[in-house]
């Protein structure tokens, strides 16, 4: 049994028919899902669906760039939230200097202030890293993320990066894009990823794995990046999957 790490099935992109993209999951083995709200729209339809669905969980923290939005009381909120059984981690947050929506020294302010409230809580933090390597290493060192560790969600570093971030108890997973033919570095990262800090991901409706890639994205389809995992280790796909399961069952206090 696969699980997805990272999805947005709340999304608008599911509207149509979102029912049926959870059912294809689970006729592919998909046994868990955790799915992300990562602000004030997205939250309260994550925490929704993970209690429509047995399966499901859902993690609530703000987004990078949604961070200008972003009021104290919007804090209080996420931590009454994260007493929800179906609350398994706060996240995704971080660092997001591709798009640019929100000043760095702002969204610098929030991503610390949800990891004090991760330390605070006991609860591991979804990391959320575009363009912003450096920054967010320091700042994890800084505010002792290694404390409550996480995940570095759709990892796209270096395998120095990597070490970096396991180094301070952080898993590292891996979606769409490592399947992708010119993906020389995430394959050579996932590579020398230890079993026990491996995780696997869809990130739906987006990053959609080959051969999809260009269509919508469905959790239907972590089962690819499973197979091109399997093959990179060089194990068989359900020893991949059990592992990648274990793991997250572990990480996120998983039934």
């Not at 949604?66 to 009021?71: F, G, I, L, N, P």
Request: hydrophobic share 40%; proline share 5%; aromatic share 8%.
């Amino acid at each position: 049994m696969i699980t997805d790490t990272h999805a947005h099935l709340n999304a608008p992109e599911f509207d149509e028919d979102r029912q049926e993209v959870i059912q294809r999951a689970v006729e592919n083995g998909i046994s868990r899902i955790v799915n992300v709200g990562f602000n004030r729209e997205t939250i309260p339809s994550s925490i929704a669906l993970a209690e429509q669905y047995d399966f499901i969980y859902s993690t609530v923290g703000w987004h990078p760039q949604d961070a200008k939005d972003m009021s104290p009381e919007d804090l209080e909120w996420i931590e009454q939230l994260c007493s929800h059984d179906k609350v398994v981690a706060i996240g995704e947050i971080g660092l997001d200097y591709y798009w640019d929506t929100s000043p760095k020294d702002v969204q610098d302010r929030v991503f610390r202030e949800q990891i004090r409230l991760a330390r605070k809580l006991g609860m591991p933090i979804v990391i959320h890293n575009r363009d912003a390597h450096q920054d967010i290493i320091r700042i994890l060192r800084e505010e002792k993320a290694a404390e409550v560790g996480g995940v570095m969600h759709c990892f796209s570093g270096s395998w120095e990066t990597a070490k970096l971030c396991l180094d301070m108890n952080f898993h590292i997973s891996f979606g769409g894009p490592v399947t992708f033919k010119n993906a020389k570095q995430p394959k050579e990262v996932l590579e020398k990823v230890p079993m026990d800090r491996l995780l696997i991901e869809t990130d739906a409706p987006y990053l959609t794995p080959h051969p999809y890639r260009g269509k919508r994205n469905e959790t239907a389809y972590v089962k690819l990046v499973a197979e091109t995992a399997a093959q990179i280790k060089g194990i068989s796909l359900e020893e991949l999957a059990h592992a990648t399961t274990k793991n997250a069952v572990r990480l996120f206090g998983l039934r």
